[in-house]
């Protein structure tokens, strides 16, 4: 049954093996390829964790986000291929999320039909809905929470061990889907086994079994997040990451993803920041709760004492849910003093700094289960008064159409096709460049991703296609224009010819996804590359000829430095030196070997600086060298590394170049980086830069 409603919300995907759910100019392209990324590495035997397929030429670290839907739909992936494989997790992901809710709603009452009406509301959540179609595949396992309260209430009414083990398995679940809601779901339960662990203690109840209990649920809940939690942890921290999440971007990603209260009680498409204007992002996120679902829940609350409880961890949800500062009318609220109204969010973030908890909406997330129940437990009560059997239908229907009609959700649900061009049949055994690399700020690009599933070849990029995130500068450096930002191709000369000819069998050039840029490309590549070919629906491709010469030195090669290499030695040749650096090894002595250097550091630094892979250690002994030693193009260098992520790159670099004498040009580049910085310091100290 629940299935079957399944199908038909995500109509039409569940009947074409030729579509995606999700919108094709965000996260879908990632989130899809991820099912045949780990797929891939299972049957090589391998686990996925590292990879040469991204990050070309050298590939790096990389654990999938929906690794363990990955996981469960491995047998799908293995007879139908990942385009079912994915639509297939997602359409039973809402199925659990109904059951779920309707076991939720049976454990707090009785079996009926309202527990029916509760899974459907659960299930057809505008959160969820909004979610699908941002193609976020982890952010849609809500089916977790309401099996973790389901278990949590089966243990309140038994204290037996088996429900304890329950509880901490679907805890477990719900973390290792997305940390958000394992967080989430601990946050809320804790004061709720607090709270009767207290009572069990004044009315002299004996507590150990309850204890031992409570010790068993959370190590089992450990056992089953280890696996996922581990592997993400360590993907992250390993030196040759491909996806950087640097802590120093929490503060500016807090107003990105502010969340104004009124999201939760605002109908139509109403955003807490409107993404597509602010940022060029089409996300479209919304915490609704809806207005049938608070009605119901309200005559619930006020008819049914012992659900009161859990309406307050309910309340606590959505006040988790709404971030670390309160947000209102696209403005941080502000005390007399003019500080900024903290919430309990903002000391979860001070307790845990290390962890990327970065969208709070998501932690809400026990509120919208809770919620469904209690609009179900309300329904139970009106069928009792009003058993007539019209009454389900009126409030099916009204849930349903506040859900598809009134709110920020669209249905039906966006899709993207899962079709991919016969081009990439031409690849051989080299890695496949797919161009433009971006489209404005749109992951438009990101489809390149997808397109692997076809030719199985390595690609440059990494998640979150751009043409920052690329792992082969050598071709990319050609591809940026003099601003450091703008993607301007220019025509490849000398080695370089050589080099791409040595890594890429087949470039592809897609002029449906931005047709100027695209004419630049043609101009640029046709005279190193000859003539391309055209595909039948528009693409333009070159197959390259192999390179004659024997393979070129790759400059991001590894090596070790020995403790008794003389300074005359670094500084002749002073990447051995950062490459030690950024492995972390005697970084203290390398770099006040380095300094040593003077101006040969800063003169190489001009060219290492723009490279894209270097780590947050090495741009900043560069920027130091280049205020210790100015050479004559520092500020362009200086500039470059204002497109890092790293907050802390990008104040330095703001600082030095405030101590330069800046050309009209420089400051024309500068005014770039200034329009795309989020960090009020930085962008002041830019502004200053510039009007000096």
Request: aromatic residues 12%; contains cysteine.
């Amino acid at each position: 049954m629940w299935l079957l409603f399944a199908s038909l919300l995500c109509w039409p995907v569940a009947f074409s093996s030729d579509i995606l759910l999700g919108d094709p100019k965000i996260d879908v392209w990632n989130h899809a390829w991820g099912y045949w990324y780990v797929y891939q590495n299972i049957m090589d035997l391998h686990f996925p964790l590292d990879t040469t397929l991204v990050g070309a030429p050298n590939g790096g670290s990389l654990y999938f986000i929906d690794t363990p839907g990955a996981f469960f739909a491995l047998p799908i992936t293995h007879f139908f291929g990942p385009a079912i494989a994915y639509n297939a997790i997602l359409i039973i992901r809402i199925a659990l999320s109904a059951l779920g809710a309707q076991m939720l709603t049976q454990s707090l009452s009785l079996n009926g039909i309202h527990t029916w009406i509760a899974g459907l509301a659960y299930a057809s959540t505008p959160f969820l809905l909004c979610e699908l179609n941002n193609g976020i595949s982890e952010v849609c396992a809500i089916e977790w929470i309401p099996f973790a309260f389901w278990a949590a209430v089966r243990v309140l009414k038994t204290n037996r061990f088996r429900d304890w083990i329950l509880l901490g398995l679907m805890q477990g679940l719900a973390s290792s889907a997305t940390f958000y809601y394992g967080l989430a779901c601990a946050l809320v339960l804790f004061p709720l086994f607090l709270g009767t662990l207290i009572k069990r203690i004044y009315t002299g109840r004996f507590i150990g079994r309850y204890l031992i209990g409570a010790f068993t649920s959370v190590c089992t809940a450990l056992v089953v997040f280890f696996p996922h939690g581990y592997s993400f942890w360590t993907s992250i921290h390993k030196d040759d990451r491909l996806v950087i999440r640097d802590v120093s971007l929490h503060d500016q990603l807090l107003r990105h993803n502010a969340v104004d209260p009124s999201i939760f009680f605002t109908a139509g498409d109403f955003q807490s920041v409107n993404l597509l204007k602010e940022y060029g992002e089409p996300f479209i996120h919304t915490g609704y709760l809806r207005w049938s679902i608070i009605a119901l829940s309200l005559f619930a609350i006020f008819t049914i004492k012992k659900i009161r409880g859990l309406t307050i961890l309910a309340v606590f949800s959505l006040v988790l849910g709404m971030g670390s500062y309160l947000w209102h009318d696209g403005e941080w609220v502000r005390m007399a003093d003019g500080q900024l109204l903290s919430l309990p969010f903002d000391w979860l973030r001070q307790a845990l700094p290390q962890i990327a908890i970065t969208h709070p909406l998501r932690l809400s997330i026990c509120a919208q289960a809770l919620f469904c129940a209690f609009a179900g437990l309300g329904a139970y009560k009106i069928l009792r008064y009003t058993p007539h059997p019209l009454v389900p239908i009126i409030i099916t229907s009204a849930i349903l159409s506040e859900t598809l009609f009134a709110s920020a959700a669209q249905w039906p649900l966006q899709t993207s096709t899962a079709q991919i061009s016969s081009v990439y049949d031409h690849a051989d055994s080299r890695s496949v460049l797919d161009l433009p690399a971006e489209v404005g700020t749109s992951m438009k690009t990101s489809r390149y991703f997808w397109f692997q599933t076809r030719h199985e070849r390595p690609i440059p990029y990494t998640p979150d296609v751009r043409l920052g995130s690329a792992k082969d500068p050598k071709t990319f450096t050609n591809f940026i224009g003099s601003d450091g930002f703008s993607e301007e191709p220019r025509v490849p000369k000398g080695m370089l010819v050589e080099h791409m000819k040595q890594t890429y069998g087949l470039i592809v050039l897609h002029p449906e996804l931005d047709f100027d840029l695209s004419k630049k490309y043609l101009k640029a590549l046709t005279p190193a590359f000859g003539a391309p070919q055209e595909h039948k629906n528009g693409m333009v491709y070159w197959i390259l000829e192999e390179s004659q010469l024997p393979p070129l030195e790759d400059e991001t090669t590894s090596t070790s430095l020995s403790k008794e290499e003389p300074t005359s030695g670094i500084c002749s040749n002073p990447s051995k030196t950062f490459d030690a650096i950024r492995q972390g090894k005697n970084v203290k002595e390398s770099k006040t070997a380095l300094m040593e250097c003077e101006t040969k550091l800063s003169d190489f630094c001009l060219r290492w600086a723009k490279k894209s892979d270097i780590s947050e250690r090495e741009a900043l002994i560069c920027i130091e060298s280049f205020l210790r030693y100015r050479v004559q193009e520092d500020p362009n260098a200086l500039i470059h590394l204002l497109r890092r992520d790293e907050e802390s790159v990008r104040k330095s670099a703001a600082n030095a170049l405030g101590w330069r004498d800046l050309t009209e040009k420089h400051k024309k580049r500068i005014q770039s980086a200034y329009d795309k910085e989020r960090i009020p310091t930085i962008k002041k100290m830019l502004s200053e830069a510039i009007a000096r």
